[in-house]
């Protein structure tokens, strides 16, 4: 299994404004992805955050509004850009170890935009 | 994209009575996991179960796949208030992404 931190748990933010989202792992993995769950919704992958290139973006997310750094093989920030309310969400990151494609989770970062 | 859907919506019962819940998904798959959240917070991992397998228990908990009609049921017996929580299907196929289902909410009744 994984333990998996983030920062910060929860946030209000004003419009046109960015945040930028830490997660950390207590162990080195290859995989990580950060999703978004809006209000009442399930949840939608982002990206996949590669270490050392840039991160794999699922089609309706753009790196110019959520660029995703994964400097090392225990921890990437997600930036959400210029945010309107539309962007209040919980994002989460999750992590693959490895051991037989389980994926955990952090426990999310709830925004609110407004 | 969401690639499962999840009945019932909600779901409301008795403490110590069993709750079931089904996943329908499109595409092949190689696993299926399935996810518990409570109140809106991080996802708990409760079992995965790959494409060549029909049946997994942990603890109270039973998975069932159907590959041939792209569906899965959780069964969560003797159910307890800390079982209240919203519980997700989610699939991958090989490259580890993970296509989450709409979601089933419980409720369990003291």
């Known amino acids: 299994s994984a333990v998996i931190s983030q920062k910060p748990s929860r946030d209000i933010c004003q419009r046109g404004t960015s945040l930028t989202i830490q997660c950390q792992v207590d162990s080195q993995v290859t995989m990580m992805f950060w999703y978004r769950q809006q209000p009442g919704q399930s949840l939608t992958l982002i990206a996949t955050a590669n270490q050392g290139s840039e991160a794999t973006y699922e089609s309706g997310f753009v790196i110019d509004k959520f660029p995703i750094s994964r400097p090392n093989l225990t921890f990437s920030t997600l930036t959400v850009s210029n945010m309107s309310p539309e962007d209040s969400s919980i994002y989460l990151c999750?992590?693959?170890?490895?051991?037989?494609?389980?994926?955990?989770f952090g426990p999310g970062t709830r925004l609110t935009v407004l | 994209s969401q690639q499962g859907e999840e009945d019932p919506q909600a779901l409301s019962i008795q403490e110590g009575e069993n709750a079931t819940m089904n996943c329908s998904y499109k595409t092949s798959i190689n696993n299926l996991q399935w996810y518990r959240q409570n109140s809106g917070r991080g996802l708990v991992h409760l079992i995965l179960?790959?494409?060549?397998?029909r049946e997994k228990h942990s603890g109270r908990l039973r998975v069932t796949l159907d590959t041939s009609k792209k569906s899965s049921s959780l069964l969560i017996t003797a159910s307890r208030a800390a079982d209240t929580a919203s519980y997700f299907c989610?699939?991958?196929?090989?490259?580890?992404?993970?296509?989450f289902g709409a979601g089933t909410t419980v409720t369990v009744r003291a």
């Open positions: 999750s992590v693959d170890t490895g051991e037989g494609d389980t994926q955990y």
């Open positions: 989610a699939t991958s196929l090989n490259d580890y992404k993970l296509s």
């Open positions: 179960i790959r494409s060549n397998e």
